[in-house]
Every structure is written in C-alpha cells, then in structure tokens.
C-alpha cells in the first residue's frame, strides 16, 4: 500500500507515551472483566461495551509505556489509513445513503484505555464504540495482527482500520442503534446471530472502501487485496476456534467464519455499493 508521505487525520489522538493528535448501561468490573476482555481478544468478539473497569467520561491511560519508533510509524499509517477513509466515505455516504459524513475520531494508545463503552486494553484488540462515536487502536496490535493472527502487510492492517471505520458508517445511517436494540431484546443465539450480519456487513464496507481507495488514490499495490482477504480469513470465528484448539461451534459465532468475512468483503470490493452489502436480507451469509 502506497501511503508514506501522504495527508494524514486530524482525528487521530494520542493515548499514553505522549499526548497530542497525529496527522496533522452497567459494566463488568474487577478480575471477571480481565477474562472476558481476554477470551473475547482471542476469539475475535468485541465485547467492550459489556465491560466497565470503574469509572466514565472521556478516554484515560493507565500504565501508559514510552512510545517507541515503531509506533510514531504506526501512529502515521493509521492515521493516513484514516484520512483516507474520511474521503471515500465523505462522498459515498450522500451519493448512496442521502447523508453527509460525520467523521469519527480514532484513539492510538498504548496499555489500557477509557472509553464510553468502558474500559479496554490491548488484548481486547480494535473496537469502535458507538456511545461516543470513536473507534480504539492500541498500536501493538499490527505486531499481534501479523505475529500471533499470521495476517503480516500493511494492507491487512488497513482493511482491519476500514473494518472498524465501517460500524461508524453503520452508526451514521442507524443501522448499529437498530441492531443494538434487537439484541438488547433477544436470546444469546439470536444475538450472536445478529452480530454476524452486522460484522459481514463492515467487511462488505471495508471493501467498499478498498475499491475506492484503489481508484481515488492510486494507492493499492499488488498483493494487497490478497493481504486484505488473508486477514479476513485469520480473524473468522472458525479459524479463531480452532487455532485455539477448540470444537468449532457455529452457534457461538459473533464475526462470521473465513469463507462469510472474505466474500463479503470481496462483494463490497467487486460492486461498490452499500445496496448490495444488506447482509441483514440475506438468505446466505
């Protein structure tokens, strides 16, 4: 991915090892938050807005580290990977949906942090919570991404930044509040089912974004998009539960499996269009 010396966000902000932008409902507290922070890292599940380490109110650090060389790198990547995406979706967004963009604000940090959704580390890996309309990045994780989750290349990390940037575009055009409500009401099984469609749907949306980016700004390079879909593949609820040596259990899926991240991922890529990443009517996923 062509990204070096290009405009960087100035909605990236900075968490712990300094301060400064770059670019230009009850929780679950104590030792059981840890766990399920942990468990929900492992297996791909975002499960930030059930947890809450004590207290509210606008993002903290705890224990924040010295920033090193790797992560002003990582700091700038994103927030051209940021940039980017504010002027796909700035012009998609009315043309498709009728609305203007109300761009989110990307937090990078470094430890622990404090969102509206509660408290979050690096093992909770990348969210995005819709309470304060702001998605979270702890800069280690491109080393997790390629190290542990075997999806090395800039481009897998980007599709991961679009990926979270897409519930933002779900949150601008109602559908996560939507969603929310229905599973607030719902049994687990229904739940997890609803969770599916709504994170196939961002994958649809990070291609469509992909497709974008490749004509507006001449920046993909050969073997990104295969980058893009080795990630999708690595992060699937299947492929998560059996590195972890578990049985596969489709009932407990909340992502999708490899094959459902990557095909609607490359459906957003190939078409382009929001209509035809309606996962929510699918009668296959």
């Known amino acids: 991915m062509k990204w070096q010396g290009r405009r960087g966000s100035r909605n990236v902000v900075r968490r712990g090892g300094g301060r400064g932008r770059v670019g230009g409902g009850a929780g679950i507290g104590g030792v059981g938050a840890i766990v399920i922070l942990l468990l929900g890292w492992y297996f791909g599940v975002d499960v930030s807005q059930f947890v809450d380490l004590g207290g509210s109110g606008a993002p903290t650090t705890q224990n924040a580290s010295e920033m090193t060389e790797a992560d002003r790198r990582a700091e700038q990547f994103v927030s051209v990977v940021l940039a980017d995406t ?13 609305i203007a963009y109300d761009e989110p604000t990307l937090v990078i940090f470094k430890g622990a942090v404090r969102s509206a959704c509660g408290g979050a580390s690096a093992e909770t890996g990348p969210f995005y919570c819709p309470s304060d309309e702001t998605a979270y990045l ?19 990390a980007a599709y991961v930044i679009a990926h979270e940037v897409a519930h933002h575009v779900q949150q601008e055009v109602g559908t996560l509040r ?16 609803l969770s599916v469609r709504t994170e196939l749907q961002a994958d649809c949306y990070a291609g469509i974004w992909a497709r974008a ?62 209509a035809d990443c309606d996962t929510f009517s699918a009668n296959r996923l």
């Open 86 to 98: 504010e002027e796909v979706w700035a012009e998609i967004l009315p043309q498709q949906a009728g």
């Open 138 to 156: 702890d800069t280690d994780f491109f080393v997790t991404l390629e190290q542990r989750l075997g999806a090395g290349g800039d481009f897998a």
């Open 213 to 274: 980016a490749r004509d507006k700004f001449g920046s993909l390079e050969r073997g990104d998009i295969a980058e893009a879909m080795n990630a999708a593949a690595q992060i699937g609820d299947d492929t998560l539960q059996r590195n972890a040596g578990q049985v596969v259990r489709p009932h407990t899926f909340t992502h999708g499996t490899s094959d459902q991240r990557q095909r609607w991922f490359a459906r957003g890529y190939d078409s382009g269009n929001m």
């Open 178 to 193: 939507q969603v929310n409500e229905l599973r607030a009401r719902s049994d687990e099984a229904t739940s997890n089912a």
